[in-house]
């Protein structure tokens, strides 16, 4: 959430008074470091404070299903951020099926996403070419080629 805040204010930089402000609230007579944390619900307050000087902001995590063990809190704290006074806020979270996070999620919009023969088809094509352009020594067994490979049905 701090790398968040920090790309919203270089964005910004009138965010940079709500971050001060947020400082001087939660860290009073400290200095700054590493040891003195706000916490993740303060930084979110702060999240959306700094919201406010944007008229969208599109935020995209991918991976939620390798957040390890304190995911259900980062859920929390990330479809809490839909919450906004102007709603200026999209989410789109990615994600492997997972039984907790569909459980979490099941009153939002999903949308699955799979990979299809003619999109690893023309992956892979480019990738060759790429290579041919690149490394005139590197060879190609046309035998070798896509149409001739098996399909899952054939396995």
Same mark, same amino acid.
């Given at each position: 959430m701090g790398? /968040? &805040?920090?790309?919203?204010?270089?964005a910004?930089?009138?965010?940079?008074?709500e971050?001060?402000?947020?400082? &001087?609230?939660?860290?009073?007579?400290?200095?700054?470091?590493?040891?003195n944390?706000?916490?993740?619900? #303060?930084r979110c307050? /702060?999240f959306r404070?700094i919201?406010?000087?944007?008229?969208?902001?599109?935020? &995209?995590?991918?991976?939620l299903?390798?957040?390890?063990?304190?995911r259900?809190?980062?859920m929390?704290?990330?479809?809490?951020?839909?919450?906004?006074?102007?709603g200026?806020i999209?989410?789109? /979270?990615?994600?492997?099926?997972?039984?907790?996070?569909?459980?979490?999620?099941a009153?939002f919009?999903?949308?699955?996403?799979?990979a299809?023969?003619?999109d /690893?088809?023309l992956? &892979? #094509?480019?990738?060759?070419?790429?290579r041919?352009?690149?490394?005139?020594i590197?060879t190609?067994?046309?035998?070798?080629s896509?149409?001739?490979m098996?399909t899952?049905s054939?396995?």
């Open positions: 790398s /968040l &805040v920090k790309q919203l204010v270089l910004d930089r009138r965010g940079f008074a971050l001060e402000a947020c400082w &001087v609230n939660h860290c009073p007579n400290e200095d700054i470091g590493i040891s944390s706000i916490s993740a619900k #303060h307050e /702060l404070d919201l406010r000087y944007f008229d969208n902001i599109y935020f &995209v995590v991918d991976a299903d390798k957040c390890g063990d304190g259900l809190n980062i929390c704290l990330l479809t809490g951020l839909n919450v906004t006074k102007n200026n999209k989410t789109i /979270l990615a994600s492997r099926p997972e039984p907790d996070i569909e459980r979490y999620l009153d919009m999903k949308l699955s996403i799979a299809h023969r003619n /690893l088809e992956y &892979v #094509h480019s990738k060759i070419e790429c041919l352009r690149e490394n005139p590197f190609w067994n046309q035998e070798l896509l149409g001739n098996p899952r054939a396995m």
